[in-house]
């Protein structure tokens, strides 16, 4: 929208500057018309954030952050440049003027149906407090929900009658057509008389991005259906440009706050309660285009959070399906899956707001969703079915609009679909390892108290090995995220390299769905529960032969791996470590003396470049582990 011009001349002339900053930040005068405050854009401890009343602007010496009152708004509010100025011209009583009549006429409308929305929020906000909302609110206590709570997300009830707020509404004289077209009643069309839309329901008001009640979600008591029942299109409300709590999440965007979208209003509600404020729902129906849009307003990478189940499955699919058009350099979504059977109100009401800090350091991102959607439940034995599988993922992939984007994308799949392949040898060079470099020292990669260490002896590669490998059956979630790594391991020993193949068969079987229950013993340090992955690798070790070798391996593991790894990387870079000093043992020497001999016997150029590469290697790593 337009603004007229002169009018926001009006409304700055009309602003006091330090009022409007002075509600968010506490000021005090310096001079004059000047102030100055802790700048609530930038952490900090002595005031750097300057007021100019008389310019009208504000300035941080600390971060460089300025502007006027309507950006100071639009940044602290999360809100658009023409609803900052609309809040701020409410606040000082200058009427909004409409570029045209029909504008003029929406506005009117609009301001209507809200005033009845917030009429009807009012009401259901009263039953639940009366005998006849008992039923409501037992149901909203019986959840494990606060009264402040209950009161701050001015949750209602709307009883199970024919008219309890068509009647209400016409006592304050709104008519009855007003009442339709806000939705909250229902007009039949052979004109009998209208009806109320939600009854025997409790009550969560929706609102627009400004927190102005629009529309309403009802959850039935008992088994009726359908279970949760939202307010239709109207003029105010949009369902697929508007999400339950967006407001909210606006403000906590703008302090960095992660962007959490839950199934359900009830998941948003607990989310909130465990300081997740950032929690938004999307309204009944799966994300669409507006909602990815809004959110990524608010953050680059939002999180979708879906229940662990198949319809969880499935309804992260469709986000990823609905996302990939649409990626843009620095846009896309992290996924969190909860354990089976939970959802954010039951996790963090049973295991805590840690629990769910927890799952969030585990999201994975986009590119590993869209990877499971193609090859989940696939089998990779063939080469026929290998090149079936690529074609899935490269179809996939092509749906990626942003010609960069997708490039990266590609480059990705590829290298998950040369994992697929049979690693009978390292697939790509040492020194080309992306993930084995960790800053500062490094500390000692095995448990101090081992039987070797004691002995006073270094542990023999073919035990390292065997410990690395025992490590990951042990722990099968970590497979998923080593097994690059272990793709990349030089393996001596013949067995070893037969279970080594055998884990990354099971791996690219194994449905790549990362069990959240697992992942939570890893981040803790423990072992992983039994889960569908284990069950799996078990299974294929048995079916290939290599149970007993895999028996001994994870005896090895449990002897060799500390079990509390007090490094914030944990068990991944425990075991990184691990493999990178077993990369240093295996370079020397048996293999450097095979090319000095090679070399002795026939001095050819190919002789002369192996030995090279040889030490060069030897080199590298000795300076990636820190010890050279
Ligand atoms: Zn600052």
């Given at each position: 929208?337009?603004?007229p011009?002169?009018?926001?001349?009006?409304?700055?002339?009309?602003?006091?500057?330090?009022?409007?900053?002075?509600r968010?930040v506490?000021?005090?005068?310096r001079?004059?018309?000047?102030?100055?405050?802790?700048?609530?854009?930038?952490?900090?401890?002595?005031?750097?954030?300057?007021?100019?009343d008389?310019?009208?602007?504000f300035?941080?010496?600390?971060?460089?952050v300025?502007?006027?009152a309507?950006?100071?708004v639009?940044?602290?509010?999360?809100?658009?440049f023409?609803e900052?100025?609309?809040?701020?011209?409410?606040e000082?009583?200058l009427?909004?003027?409409?570029?045209?009549?029909a504008?003029?006429?929406?506005?009117d409308r609009?301001?209507?149906?809200?005033?009845?929305a917030?009429?009807?929020a009012?009401w259901?906000?009263?039953?639940?407090?009366?005998?006849?909302?008992?039923?409501?609110?037992?149901?909203?206590?019986?959840?494990?929900?606060?009264?402040a709570?209950?009161?701050?997300?001015?949750?209602?009830?709307?009883?199970?009658?024919?008219?309890?707020?068509?009647?209400?509404?016409?006592?304050?004289?709104?008519?009855?057509d007003?009442?339709?077209?806000?939705g909250?009643a229902?007009?039949?069309e052979?004109?009998r008389?209208?009806?109320?839309r939600f009854?025997?329901?409790?009550?969560?008001?929706?609102?627009?991005?400004?927190g102005?009640?629009?529309?309403?979600?009802g959850?039935?008591?008992?088994?009726g259906?359908?279970?949760?029942?939202?307010?239709?299109?109207?003029?105010?409300?949009?369902?697929?440009?508007?999400?339950?709590c967006?407001?909210?999440?606006?403000?906590?965007?703008?302090?960095d706050?992660?962007?959490?979208?839950?199934?359900?209003?009830?998941?948003?509600?607990?989310?909130?309660?465990a300081?997740f404020?950032?929690?938004?729902?999307?309204?009944?129906?799966?994300?669409?285009?507006?909602?990815?849009?809004?959110?990524?307003k608010?953050?680059?990478?939002p999180?979708?959070?879906?229940?662990?189940?198949?319809?969880?499955?499935r309804?992260?699919?469709?986000?990823?399906?609905?996302?990939?058009p649409l990626?843009?350099?620095?846009?896309?979504?992290?996924?969190?899956?909860?354990?089976?059977?939970?959802?954010?109100?039951?996790?963090?009401?049973?295991?805590?707001?840690?629990a769910?800090?927890?799952?969030?350091d585990?999201?994975?991102?986009?590119?590993?969703?869209?990877w499971?959607?193609e090859t989940?439940?696939?089998?990779?034995?063939?080469?026929?079915?290998?090149?079936?599988?690529q074609?899935?993922?490269?179809?996939?992939v092509?749906e990626?609009?942003?010609?960069?984007?997708?490039?990266?994308?590609?480059?990705?799949?590829r290298?998950?679909?040369?994992?697929?392949?049979?690693?009978?040898?390292?697939?790509?060079?040492?020194g080309?390892?992306?993930?084995?470099?960790?800053?500062g020292?490094?500390?000692?990669?095995?448990a101090?108290?081992?039987?070797?260490?004691r002995?006073?002896?270094?542990?023999?590669?073919?035990?390292?090995?065997?410990?690395?490998?025992?490590?990951?059956?042990?722990?099968?979630?970590?497979?998923?995220i080593?097994?690059?790594d272990l793709?990349a391991l030089?393996?001596?020993?013949?067995?070893?390299?037969?279970?080594r193949?055998?884990?990354l068969?099971?791996?690219s079987l194994?449905?790549?769905?990362?069990d959240?229950a697992?992942?939570?013993?890893?981040?803790?340090?423990?072992?992983?529960?039994?889960?569908?992955?284990?069950?799996?690798?078990e299974?294929?070790?048995?079916?290939?032969?290599?149970?007993?070798?895999?028996?001994?391996?994870?005896?090895?593991?449990?002897e060799?791996?500390?079990n509390?790894?007090?490094?914030?990387?944990?068990?991944?870079?425990?075991?990184?470590?691990?493999?990178?000093?077993?990369?240093q043992?295996?370079?020397?020497?048996?293999?450097?003396?095979?090319?000095e001999?090679?070399?002795a016997?026939?001095?050819?150029?190919?002789?002369?470049?192996?030995?090279?590469?040889?030490l060069?290697?030897?080199?590298r790593?000795?300076?990636?582990?820190?010890t050279?």
């Amino acid at each position: 929208m337009a603004f007229p011009p002169g009018f926001l001349d009006e409304l700055r002339a009309r602003l006091s500057l330090s009022d409007v900053v002075g509600r968010k930040v506490s000021l005090k005068r310096r001079s004059g018309s000047e102030h100055a405050g802790l700048c609530p854009f930038h952490n900090e401890k002595t005031p750097s954030f300057t007021v100019n009343d008389k310019k009208g602007f504000f300035h941080c010496f600390g971060c460089g952050v300025n502007g006027d009152a309507v950006g100071f708004v639009m940044k602290t509010e999360g809100l658009s440049f023409p609803e900052s100025v609309e809040k701020l011209a409410r606040e000082v009583g200058l009427p909004v003027p409409r570029a045209t009549p029909a504008e003029r006429e929406r506005a009117d409308r609009a301001a209507t149906l809200q005033q009845v929305a917030e009429e009807a929020a009012c009401w259901f906000q009263k039953q639940l407090r009366l005998p006849v909302g008992r039923q409501g609110l037992d149901y909203l206590r019986g959840r494990g929900l606060e009264e402040a709570t209950i009161d701050d997300f001015r949750l209602g009830f709307a009883p199970d009658t024919r008219d309890g707020l068509l009647a209400a509404l016409k006592r304050e004289g709104v008519p009855i057509d007003k009442i339709v077209e806000a939705g909250l009643a229902i007009q039949p069309e052979d004109n009998r008389e209208a009806y109320d839309r939600f009854r025997g329901r409790v009550m969560f008001p929706i609102s627009d991005r400004r927190g102005r009640v629009i529309a309403f979600g009802g959850r039935v008591m008992g088994a009726g259906e359908p279970k949760y029942l939202n307010s239709p299109e109207t003029p105010l409300f949009h369902k697929g440009a508007n999400l339950y709590c967006l407001d909210r999440a606006r403000v906590a965007a703008t302090k960095d706050q992660p962007v959490i979208v839950a199934e359900g209003y009830m998941d948003v509600i607990a989310l909130h309660g465990a300081g997740f404020v950032g929690a938004v729902a999307p309204l009944g129906t799966a994300l669409t285009e507006g909602q990815l849009g809004e959110l990524w307003k608010l953050a680059d990478e939002p999180y979708l959070c879906f229940d662990g189940d198949n319809a969880g499955r499935r309804a992260a699919a469709r986000a990823a399906e609905r996302a990939l058009p649409l990626l843009r350099a620095g846009k896309s979504l992290r996924f969190l899956v909860l354990p089976a059977g939970e959802d954010p109100d039951s996790l963090i009401r049973v295991r805590g707001a840690d629990a769910m800090r927890r799952i969030l350091d585990l999201a994975r991102p986009l590119s590993d969703v869209v990877w499971d959607m193609e090859t989940e439940g696939k089998v990779a034995d063939t080469p026929e079915r290998r090149a079936s599988l690529q074609r899935a993922v490269e179809q996939r992939v092509a749906e990626i609009a942003d010609p960069v984007v997708r490039d990266y994308y590609r480059a990705d799949m590829r290298r998950r679909l040369d994992l697929l392949r049979r690693p009978d040898r390292p697939a790509w060079r040492p020194g080309e390892r992306r993930f084995f470099r960790s800053p500062g020292p490094e500390p000692a990669p095995f448990a101090a108290g081992s039987a070797a260490r004691r002995a006073g002896t270094d542990l023999d590669a073919s035990r390292q090995e065997r410990a690395l490998l025992g490590a990951l059956i042990e722990r099968p979630a970590l497979l998923h995220i080593l097994a690059e790594d272990l793709a990349a391991l030089t393996i001596t020993n013949a067995e070893l390299g037969r279970l080594r193949s055998g884990l990354l068969d099971a791996l690219s079987l194994a449905p790549s769905g990362v069990d959240p229950a697992a992942d939570e013993a890893l981040a803790e340090g423990g072992a992983a529960s039994p889960s569908v992955e284990a069950q799996l690798i078990e299974q294929h070790l048995e079916r290939s032969g290599l149970q007993r070798v895999a028996a001994s391996a994870q005896a090895k593991a449990r002897e060799v791996f500390r079990n509390d790894p007090a490094d914030a990387d944990g068990w991944v870079g425990q075991w990184r470590r691990a493999a990178r000093h077993l990369s240093q043992l295996t370079a020397d020497p048996e293999e450097l003396k095979r090319a000095e001999q090679a070399l002795a016997e026939d001095s050819n150029d190919e002789n002369l470049r192996r030995l090279e590469e040889i030490l060069d290697r030897m080199r590298r790593q000795s300076i990636e582990s820190g010890t050279g």
